[in-house]
Antibody, heavy 119, light 106 residues
Framework: QVQLVQSGAEVKKPGASVKVSCKAS????????LHWVRQAPGQGLEWMGI????????SYAQKFQGRVTMTRDTSTSTVYMELSSLRSEDTAVYYC????????????WGQGTMVTVSS | VLTQSPGTLSLSPGERATLSCRAS???????LAWYQQKPGQAPRLLIYGASSRATGIPDRFSGSGSGTDFTLTISRLEPEDFAVYYCQHYGSSKVTFGQGTRLEVK
């Protein structure tokens, strides 16, 4: 079964960090490349980066370099996206999404995780 | 950069919808996708490789184009087709999305 299940909503203060999880089925974890995409309220989609769950290598969009870290836990088939130095502009829904190969369109998506940054 | 037009398209059920996605420089059609997003939902893949329908996508959805100009066509709009549509280029180390076209009921 191909699916992605994300962690719940978060509320953080400016300057803090947030870590969002995305649990994959074993098949997905083994065969898919996983991406993180965010969407600010009422705005479009913004790609943040990609992680290869099998090998653990990650690549980030230039905008987020130095502030984002994508990791994985092979024992639980889970990938994580940690964003640091949060500011109000980071308030968004964060999605994990996957493609079967690389490069590939994103044919599976998690349900999204709302992250609110507010003092 | 991917630029979608129009920003908003107002049509009636049964009509034909034509959505445009223009790239600032030529991109491989092998790596151009279209997504549909409804309020409160994650995006859904419609088209990949510029013209291939994803699994389960009705044949009223079709994609075409090459180089810098790509089109998503919905031949006869159904009520459930009114949503926001995004194009995406995924062929390089950087993935980019267009800003979206909102398809609304006229």
């Amino acid at each position: 079964q191909v699916q992605l299940v994300q962690s719940g909503a978060e509320v953080k203060k400016p300057g803090a960090s947030v870590k969002v999880s995305c649990k994959a089925s074993e098949y997905t974890f083994t065969n898919y490349y996983l991406h993180w995409v965010r969407q600010a309220p009422g705005q479009g989609l913004e790609w943040m980066g990609i992680i290869n769950p099998s090998g653990g290598s990650a690549s980030y969009a230039q905008k987020f370099q130095g502030r984002v870290t994508m990791t994985r836990d092979t024992s639980t088939s889970t990938v994580y996206m940690e964003l640091s130095s949060l500011r109000s502009e980071d308030t968004a829904v964060y999605y994990c999404a996957g493609g079967y190969s690389y490069p590939s369109a994103f044919d599976i998506w998690g349900q999204g995780t709302m992250v609110t940054v507010s003092s | 950069v991917l630029t979608q037009s129009p920003g908003t398209l107002s049509l009636s059920p049964g009509e034909r919808a034509t959505l445009s996605c223009r790239a600032s420089q030529s991109v491989s059609s092998s790596y151009l996708a279209w997504y549909q997003q409804k309020p409160g939902q994650a995006p859904r893949l419609l088209i990949y490789g510029a013209s291939s329908r994803a699994t389960g996508i009705p044949d009223r959805f079709s994609g075409s184009g090459s180089g810098t100009d790509f089109t998503l066509t919905i031949s006869r709009l159904e009520p459930e087709d009114f949503a926001v549509y995004y194009c995406q280029h995924y062929g390089s180390s950087k993935v980019t999305f267009g800003q979206g076209t909102r398809l609304e009921v006229k």
